[in-house]
């Protein structure tokens, strides 16, 4: 085994996030490059027996954070292991906004490790004046900054001018053995897959359905992942009358979603920057979308501008201008072979096999640094 990496992240599998997705693949990765690995995260499921069911099918060494009250005393081992986890590793490696904060507070009792910091975007924007002052005096602290986007690295910036940044994108890695089967219909399929949050944008492309209903009158909307704000947005389609080209999924298993994705042509991420700092940093959901020869509508001024080529995968639009996103499918559907095509070509530039060399990169470049010192 190689160097010893630490990873501490704010989310963890088996229950969703884009933040524990990427800390997966990451850990997995870097395992499979034969470096010893162990992942810190907290407790998430209820039932603390179904996280360690799904840690103890991996080789990597992945410690949980159980939930314990009050919940000070959760925060209390959590940062007793964090402590305990760093002395035994050489590289530690934080994801997510409490991990940020608290691994650059340990950086300053171990001078001799390295300290790497994965910026998604949300953690930047999120907390009052205390938490915005934490997040500056963190990215002061680590030896490498690496943001999943060119939006995310600028958002960095912003907080904290004068810092060296380097971006690497999320990658993805299919969870099944897909095959392109695009429906032959000649119809409009619009598919969203995440948590139906305002943050996500599916309200925003059901504001846009009456325009797009112009074009494509049998225009069918599928939204797909957990139910939070439903209810809300089955509202919006009722004002709007497009209720009926709304469907609304839920969370799907892996083969469903597959099914779903197969039988649609589009997939839209509309996501909006929320008042309170959250954001959308990458949008991998894209790319999964885009190796089944979907092409993406995505949001400009959003980490989504790293995983759709505009004009050639996808388009870019004003998720808030309905013409604008109406007139964008239009092109794709006119074009739409190409565009598929071009889809599935742009999609494997962020596999994980891809994605992993770029972090062995940094690791390899700290080891030059220790040897010319």
Not at 293 to 314: E, H, Y
Request: contains cysteine; charged residues 25%.
């Amino acid at each position: 085994m190689g160097k010893k990496i630490l990873i501490f992240t704010s989310e963890f599998p088996p229950l969703p996030g884009g933040i524990g997705n990427h800390a997966y693949n990451l850990g997995k990765h870097l395992y499979l490059h034969d470096y010893d690995v162990t992942i810190i995260a907290d407790q998430r499921n209820k039932n603390l027996q179904s996280d360690i069911d799904f840690d103890s099918k991996h080789d990597f060494k992945v410690v949980r954070i159980k939930r314990k009250n009050p919940v000070v005393l959760t925060y209390i081992n959590r940062i007793q292991k964090t402590f305990s986890l760093i002395r035994k590793n050489e590289i530690i490696i934080a994801s997510g906004k409490f991990p940020l904060w608290l691994v650059a507070f340990m950086s300053l009792f171990f001078s001799s490790k390295k300290f790497v910091a994965v910026l998604h975007g949300s953690e930047l924007g999120i907390g009052g004046k205390v938490g915005k002052s934490l997040t500056r005096f963190s990215l002061r602290k680590y030896d490498k900054l690496i943001a999943v986007s060119n939006f995310t690295k600028k958002l960095a910036l912003d907080r904290q001018p004068n810092i060296k940044i380097e971006v690497i994108n999320n990658g993805f890695a299919p969870k099944i053995d897909v095959q392109i089967a695009k429906p032959k219909t000649s119809g409009l399929d619009i598919i969203t897959v995440g948590n139906v949050t305002s943050r996500k944008g599916q309200q925003n492309v059901i504001k846009a359905l009456p325009e797009i209903q112009k074009q494509f009158p049998d225009v069918v909307y599928h939204i797909v992942g957990l139910p939070t704000e439903k209810m809300k947005f089955a509202e919006l389609a009722k004002r709007l009358n497009v209720e009926k080209s709304v469907i609304f999924h839920g969370a799907l298993s892996d083969e469903a979603l597959y099914k779903t994705l197969s039988h649609s042509k589009v997939f839209c991420m509309l996501s909006d920057y929320l008042p309170n700092g959250d954001v959308e940093g990458f949008g991998i959901a894209i790319l999964e979308a885009n190796q089944l020869g979907l092409p993406g509508v995505g949001s400009k001024n959003s980490g989504i501008a790293d995983a759709i080529n505009d004009g050639f995968s996808g388009k870019l639009v004003d998720p808030h201008n309905p013409k604008e996103i109406a007139q964008a499918l239009s092109e794709i559907m006119n074009k739409y072979d190409a565009y598929s095509s071009n889809a599935v070509k742009w999609s494997k530039n962020f596999s994980w096999d891809k994605i992993i060399k770029k972090y062995i990169a940094v690791i390899a470049n700290h080891r030059d640094e220790e040897n010319a010192n």
